[in-house]
């Protein structure tokens, strides 16, 4: 099956999917995103992701480019036109088209828009929590604005990369006082020996996760508390349990960090329960 991709108010064939080269998302990383988990057809956590994609515009003076309503129906239909049962939809929007220049154009300049889908193994994802992943850390080079979701994303692929060429998973990113910031593409926790959940506060230095939120949740729900402050590499490595959390991975427990062993070297009980819950607590849309 052809690979169908929205760009700009048409649906093109993947191999005519293209944005001029004086796109600002392309000169100049100007512009936000969004990666919503698709399970059963269905847009997970829609809602929330939206809020945080307007959130981002303002943030970059980026002007709304359509309702969200139209971008919901534009992510539906980028999902059924792929047939994308499990996977994922992007949606990502720039400034637009304009020639080079730092200022911004005229707030009228149309906005680029463009949504993908894509189909992933839920069954691997399964495997790879069951097993539990490794990750490695290394210093967060990345600018002082991590809350908007902004396609300026090279820290984050160089350090993917050192976690791949390491065989790890993901890469833990540490801040000037020797704490965990968050994942290249997630969110980070660790349990202690009392059981308590605890994860950078969303003000600092992370981006707000969606996953996060929803797990904040369904830990109140579940009676799990959860305690907002930054920990160390150090206490992570002493920690119970480690885990991950992000759209596309849902929840993956750590069960290594660089050569440290975390806990009994298996995914801890608590990941492991709020990954099979999740779903029970996440907006599935209609
Ligand atoms: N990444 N932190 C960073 C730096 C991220 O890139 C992501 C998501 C998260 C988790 O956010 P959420 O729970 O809303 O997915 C945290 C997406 C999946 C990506 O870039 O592909």
Same mark, same amino acid.
């Given at each position: 099956?052809?690979? #169908?991709? *929205?760009?700009?108010?048409?649906?093109?064939?993947?191999?005519?999917?293209?944005?001029?080269? +004086?796109?600002? &998302?392309?000169?100049?990383? =100007?512009?936000?995103? +969004?990666?919503?988990?698709?399970?059963?057809?269905?847009?997970?956590?829609?809602?929330?992701?939206?809020?945080?994609?307007?959130?981002?515009?303002?943030?970059?003076?980026?002007?709304?480019?359509?309702?969200?309503?139209?971008?919901?129906?534009?992510?539906? +239909?980028?999902?059924?036109?792929?047939?994308?049962?499990?996977?994922?939809? *992007?949606?990502?929007?720039?400034?637009?088209?304009?020639?080079? =220049?730092?200022?911004?154009?005229?707030?009228?300049?149309?906005?680029?828009?463009?949504?993908?889908?894509?189909?992933?193994?839920?069954?691997?994802? =399964?495997?790879?929590?069951?097993?539990?992943?490794?990750?490695?850390?290394?210093?967060?080079?990345?600018?002082?604005?991590?809350?908007?979701?902004? #396609?300026?994303?090279?820290?984050?692929?160089?350090?993917?990369?050192?976690?791949?060429?390491?065989?790890?998973?993901?890469?833990?990113?540490?801040?000037?006082?020797?704490?965990?910031?968050?994942?290249?593409?997630?969110?980070? *926790?660790?349990?202690?020996?009392? &059981?308590?959940?605890?994860?950078?506060?969303?003000?600092?230095?992370?981006?707000?996760?969606?996953?996060?939120?929803?797990?904040?949740?369904?830990?109140?729900?579940?009676?799990?508390?959860?305690?907002?402050?930054?920990?160390?590499?150090?206490?992570?490595?002493?920690?119970?349990?480690?885990?991950?959390?992000?759209?596309?991975?849902?929840?993956?427990?750590?069960?290594?960090?660089?050569?440290?062993?975390?806990?009994?070297?298996?995914? &801890?009980?608590?990941?492991?329960?709020?990954?099979?819950?999740?779903?029970?607590?996440? +907006?599935?849309?209609?």
């Amino acid at each position: 099956m052809s690979r #169908v991709i *929205y760009v700009n108010g048409s649906y093109c064939a993947y191999d005519e999917a293209y944005v001029h080269v +004086e796109d600002r &998302g392309f000169q100049f990383a =100007d512009g936000v995103y +969004e990666v919503c988990e698709v399970r059963n057809h269905r847009l997970i956590d829609e809602t929330r992701h939206m809020q945080r994609l307007v959130r981002s515009l303002n943030e970059l003076e980026i002007k709304q480019p359509m309702s969200l309503k139209a971008l919901g129906m534009v992510m539906r +239909e980028t999902v059924r036109r792929n047939r994308v049962r499990d996977g994922l939809v *992007y949606l990502q929007i720039t400034r637009g088209v304009a020639r080079r =220049d730092f200022i911004f154009p005229h707030a009228d300049n149309p906005c680029s828009v463009i949504c993908l889908a894509r189909i992933s193994s839920f069954a691997k994802a =399964d495997a790879l929590a069951e097993q539990g992943i490794t990750v490695i850390t290394l210093p967060d080079i990345r600018w002082k604005r991590p809350d908007i979701k902004s #396609v300026s994303l090279l820290p984050n692929a160089l350090a993917k990369q050192q976690a791949k060429r390491a065989g790890a998973y993901e890469a833990w990113m540490m801040d000037e006082d020797g704490n965990v910031t968050e994942g290249s593409s997630s969110n980070a *926790y660790i349990v202690s020996s009392d &059981g308590n959940v605890i994860t950078r506060p969303a003000e600092t230095g992370i981006l707000r996760g969606i996953t996060r939120s929803v797990i904040f949740d369904l830990a109140e729900r579940e009676g799990i508390q959860i305690i907002e402050r930054p920990f160390s590499l150090n206490e992570a490595e002493q920690a119970r349990e480690a885990f991950l959390t992000s759209a596309t991975s849902v929840v993956l427990p750590v069960v290594r960090i660089n050569d440290r062993t975390i806990g009994d070297g298996k995914p &801890g009980a608590l990941a492991s329960k709020l990954r099979a819950l999740f779903h029970t607590q996440a +907006e599935i849309a209609e």
